[in-house]
């Protein structure tokens, strides 16, 4: 592992040993955190890029992991197995998230799955236990914020039983996952309802580029990313 360091390795595990279940306050709930592909405009891989000393697949760990009954990764196991965590390989590596959150749902032993990307740095735990909250009340397959640009299914809560219909997607050559996400009939949360939890514009924000980490390292020293 080219990437971080020894440090982050033995954090990680501690960090796995110290969520306990009686500190989950959604055990109905799991949650998949895609680690993501090539990263082919950063240039590296961004889910081992540090803020504060820690890679951004162990600060989402850390966000998730007290509030949910398990969080495991989507990606390769060859890669993160070091971290200590649960990582399920992504049964279609080659076609983006959309083959990611189909993976993870049907590794699922819970009916509800919060699946977020590894880079979203703005996520905030107030926003979680929202959207979590909500989708335990929903009776759609999925609940997902949509913004101007469309739906944003990168942090979004799915029923398992939505697995068969994105994989099938899949197989049929769908790539774009929003489109795929659609065929789930989901529940939307419309920016004025979500947009509250975004003091900073950060929250639905992706990390792609050399710039992008550049401008979150300065936005976490301001203070705006906890």
Known sequence: MRDGGIHWVAHSRRLAQDISPSMNRFEQVEGFVLTGGASTRMGRDKALLEI?????????????GPMLARVALVGSPDRYAAL???VFADDWPDVG???????ALRRSESDW????ACDLPGLTEEWIEWL?????????DALVPESAKGLEPLCAVYRSRGAAV??????????KTAD???????????ESE????????????????PEDYAEIEARYRRGEIA
């Open 132 to 140: 979590i909250g909500r989708a335990l009340t929903s009776q759609a």
């Open 180 to 190: 795929a996400v659609g065929l789930l009939a989901p529940e939307k949360i419309p």
């Open 97 to 103: 998230p959309l083959g990611g959150i189909a993976s």
């Open 84 to 86: 200590g965590l649960p």
């Open 166 to 175: 994105l994989a099938t997607a899949v197989e049929r050559g769908v790539r």
């Open 194 to 209: 979500w947009k509250r939890f975004d003091a900073h514009g950060l929250l639905l924000r992706n990390m792609n580029s």
């Open 52 to 64: 504060a000393g820690v890679p951004m697949l162990l600060r989402m760990v850390h966000l998730l």
């Open 113 to 116: 799955n919060l699946i977020v």
